[in-house]
């Protein structure tokens, strides 16, 4: 079935770096979206991207939608500790499905 | 405060027992999920209700049977509870446009069979 590989699958950075991870899949979507989850919380929305090469951007985090439709990317900047969580991409398959990858998880080092 | 809200929180409970899930949106949407998260934290869904008809109805075993009273409401009832079933679900909602904005998560039902 489908399926969205996420990459890294974890990383451990110190407060201030910049982070980039990335949702690649074999299959088109029309929509992607990121997300954040934190422990013992359900994942909140982060970006929303609707067109091939659309680049948005929420505070310090920033979502690419790749040009060829199968792949997103999303980067922090200046991370600080609060930013740890798992981040999870998840790509629009049909009306009101979304398939969501196998999740990045950062940890901020103070 | 608007939002997703499930109860209960924790649920712990022995083979063979029948439970519940409750879910309660009050953000005005018309579509409503269940979504399950493994060990793994992998997140995938399960049902859909769009103004309390079903939509979506992934291969999940016959033993979870989702109800939907209202829209703004969706429960999930598992019967003979196995050590499978373990696992933290998620009820989620979303507006309109087909879910094209994305969902708005509840902070889940952590369930552990024992």
Known sequence: GQQLNQSPQSMFIQEGEDVSM???SSSIF????WYKQEPGEGPVLLIALYKAGELTSNGRLTAQFGITRKDSFLNISASIP????????????GTYKYIFGTGTRLKVLA | DTAVSQTPKY??????NDKSIKCE????HDTMYWYKQDSKKFLKIMFSYNNKELIINE???????PKSPDKAHLNLHIN???LGDSAVYF???SGPGAGGYGYTFGSGTRLTVV
């Open chain 1, 82 to 93: 609060s930013d740890v969580g798992i981040y999870f991409c998840a790509g629009q398959t």
């Open chain 2, 59 to 65: 291969t999940v075993p016959n033993r979870f049977s």
């Open chain 1, 22 to 24: 990335n949702c690649t």
């Open chain 1, 30 to 33: 029309n929509t992607w979206l």
């Open chain 2, 25 to 28: 949106q009050n953000l005005g």
């Open chain 2, 11 to 16: 649920l712990v409970t022995q083979m063979g």
């Open chain 2, 91 to 93: 009820c989620a909602s």
């Open chain 2, 80 to 82: 003979s509870l196995e």
